[in-house]
T-cell receptor, first 114, second 114 residues
Framework: KNQVEQSPQSLIILEGKNCTLQ??????????LRWYKQDTGRGPVSLTI?????NTKSNGRYTATLDADTKQSSLHITASQLSDSASYIC?????????????FGRGTQLTVWP | EADIYQTPRYLVIGTGKKITLECSQT?????MYWYQQDPGMELHLIHY???????EKGDLSSESTVSRIRTEHFPLTLESARPSHTSQYLC?????????????FGQGTRLTVV
């Protein structure tokens, strides 16, 4: 069964600190993995995309890693800001269908305190 | 900023009413999707479309229906709303590309049926 598991479920950190969010998946055949940021009451917005051959990709203070062998990904946030408070969702796409089906994790709810 | 719009943003209606949630995108995307998301939970695909006159049911059974008469428009209809339909509904669209397709999301409609 294709699944995406994220941890932790929620996380509270102080402004300026770093944090790492985890994503494990069983989706096969694998196409790509995206990290989305979803602010409260809004739709998700893509932060990074990782394909099979990529190990690390950065987008400003966000750095995503992918280990395709162990089917694990992480999202590292550096020097957190209050605006980073949101839900971070790991989304894995398969390549076994025309749709390119998206599989969503439940998200990690990050709260940054001043 | 994604050019995909949902209306209304919030809706509170009585049981038994017929409602239509609107979704429009100006990016010329062929694929469009409807997801349902309960608080703290993952997104579940309820409907999708490959293009005009194409509609399919998603992974999560839903009593709603959709139509795709125009490329840019993908409305979702509930003929008789019930309290169990209370949820957030997110519309998304993407290009017809089996590769690294990014799904762009609307801001969502939060529906409450009383």
């Amino acid at each position: 069964k294709n699944q995406v598991e994220q941890s932790p479920q929620s996380l509270i950190i102080l402004e300026g600190k770093n944090c790492t969010l985890q994503c494990n998946y069983t989706v096969s055949p694998f196409s790509n993995l995206r990290w989305y940021k979803q602010d409260t009451g809004r739709g998700p917005v893509s932060l990074t995309i990782m394909t099979f051959s990529e190990n690390t990709k950065s987008n400003g203070r966000y750095t995503a890693t992918l280990d395709a062998d162990t089917k694990q990904s992480s999202l590292h946030i550096t020097a957190s800001q209050l605006s980073d408070s949101a839900s971070y969702i790991c989304v894995v796409s398969d390549r076994g269908s025309t749709l390119g089906r998206l599989y969503f994790g439940r998200g990690t709810q990050l709260t940054v305190w001043p | 900023e994604a050019d995909i719009y949902q209306t209304p943003r919030y809706l509170v209606i009585g049981t038994g009413k017929k409602i239509t949630l609107e979704c429009s995108q100006t990016m010329g995307h062929d694929k469009m999707y409807w997801y349902q998301q309960d608080p703290g939970m993952e997104l579940h695909l309820i409907h999708y479309s490959y293009g005009v006159n194409s509609t399919e049911k998603g992974d999560l059974s839903s009593e709603s229906t959709v139509s795709r008469i125009r490329t840019e428009h993908f409305p979702l209809t509930l003929e008789s709303a019930r309290p169990s339909h209370t949820s957030q509904y997110l519309c998304a669209s993407s290009k017809s590309d089996r590769g690294n397709t990014e799904a762009f999301f609307g801001q969502g409609t939060r529906l409450t049926v009383v």
